[in-house]
């Protein structure tokens, strides 16, 4: 297998790049072993936990001065497969507004349980570490709990992107099978759920299903809500009910900007989920909610005060806010197959016609990677932490 994907790595034409090439093979190697072992050392014995901290933040100061010189030297930039985020199916039982899954976005597509293990394969040997297996709604793929098995016995971490709505009933299945980390789409609570979801008693069940994980697995599971942040939800109440949720149940805090450039996302009748100048107030305000939140409790927000702090510029400047990407670092693949460096493009085939191992360390895969970084593409909000985190002048910017 190795071999395969040396096969697949470029022929360098000067002695220098040999070597730069061969170290980053290396250095992707070493370092998703590393991690794996890191992971299994964490979970078992408590006092490493500040050495896996020392480790993160010495991964990210080596990161920003990677960049820093990457805007001089653009080869530096190179495919590092760490996530493999997989769209197992399209179909949803939710109507979320701001959302195309379910309806006219890849209707009906879903991914063979034998698609998704050869790619988990291919995955493992290319070094990749975590797997995000979302949809549409996971759920509702009969195979989820096989995938999330295969995934484990490659050694490849695997979290579910759920709507949270069938957790009740399936969760058994999927701690059976591995799963120890779920993140949940966070739409509003009670009406403002339901108007928003387009589905009665749709929050009683999300808020049920979140409490029998807590209930039969306890802490074992580790739980993310992803807090939607549109014209909607732009108020301090609805902040104060998600950290209430957070806190209730113990789930981290995450907050995802409404979309402009998703494929699948929609901004809504006449817009009217989309940031605008007007809104800089109430986004000012909000940020202010998040970072008392933060302070009170890091523990369960874990994003850094510098990119909570960037938040209202995320929102309204869009494609204007210029801040160097990390897809480099992953690879999404689509109900019907398709693989893209990002959510949003750079296509590199299709797993019904070619493996994945066939389309990683191409040179449409380190070209995509080094468009990427240098935002030759329709921008978006995605790895929102990770980007500021890896670029110094956001430090600078977003410092106090
Ligand atoms: S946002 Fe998620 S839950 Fe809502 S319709 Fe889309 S896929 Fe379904
Ligand atoms: S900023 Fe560009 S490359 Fe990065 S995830 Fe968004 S669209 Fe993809």
Not at 29 to 42: K, N, P, W
Request: charge should be positive.
């Amino acid at each position: 297998m190795k071999e395969n994907i040396r096969k697949h790595w470029p022929t360098p034409k000067n002695p220098l790049a040999i070597i730069s090439s061969n170290l980053q093979y290396r250095h992707m190697r070493l370092r998703s072993t590393a991690i794996h072992a890191m992971r299994q050392a964490t979970s078992k014995y408590a006092s490493f936990q500040n050495l896996k901290q020392g480790f993160v933040n010495l991964d990210t100061l080596l990161a920003r001065g990677r960049h820093s010189l990457a805007a001089h030297l653009p080869g530096l930039i190179q495919p590092q497969p760490a996530l493999l985020t997989v769209a197992i199916t399209a179909r949803c039982n939710l109507r979320c507004i701001g959302c195309r899954y379910g309806r006219d976005f890849m209707p009906n597509q879903q991914l063979p349980l034998g698609t998704v293990e050869n790619l988990l394969v291919d995955a493992r040997e290319a070094g990749f570490q975590t797997v995000r297996l979302y949809g549409g709604e996971p759920l509702l793929h009969r195979d989820l709990p096989r995938m999330v098995s295969a995934a484990c016995r490659l050694g490849i971490r695997p979290y579910v992107t759920t709507n949270g709505i069938l957790l009740a009933d399936k969760i058994g299945a999927l701690y059976e099978a591995g799963l120890r980390a779920l993140t949940i789409g966070f739409y509003g609570t009670n009406t403002a759920y339901d108007e928003y979801v387009q589905r009665r008693a749709a929050y009683a069940n999300l808020e049920n299903g979140v409490a029998a994980v807590r209930d039969r697995y306890g802490m074992d599971i580790q739980i993310q809500i992803n807090f939607l942040l549109t014209t909607l939800s732009c108020r301090v109440s609805a902040v104060e009910e998600a950290i209430q949720f957070a806190e209730r149940h113990r789930t981290r805090f995450q907050v995802d900007i409404a979309h402009y450039s998703l494929p699948y996302f929609t901004e809504g009748i006449d817009h009217q989920l989309q940031f605008a100048t007007k809104y800089r107030d109430s986004l000012e305000t909000v940020t202010k909610e998040l970072l008392r939140f933060k302070d009170r409790r890091p523990d369960l927000y874990p994003e850094s005060h510098a990119s909570i702090r960037s938040i209202p510029h995320w929102a309204i400047k869009g494609r204007a806010m210029r801040v160097p990407c990390t897809a480099y670092r992953m690879i999404w693949v689509g109900a019907d197959g398709t693989v893209q460096l990002c959510y949003v493009t750079f296509n590199l085939g299709n797993l019904h016609k070619t493996r994945l191992k066939d389309m990683l360390f191409t040179e449409a895969h380190k070209q995509a990677s080094r468009d990427a970084f240098a935002l030759n593409c329709p921008n978006c909000h995605c790895h929102r932490d990770e980007r500021i985190r890896s670029h110094a002048a956001s430090q600078q910017t977003y410092r106090q």
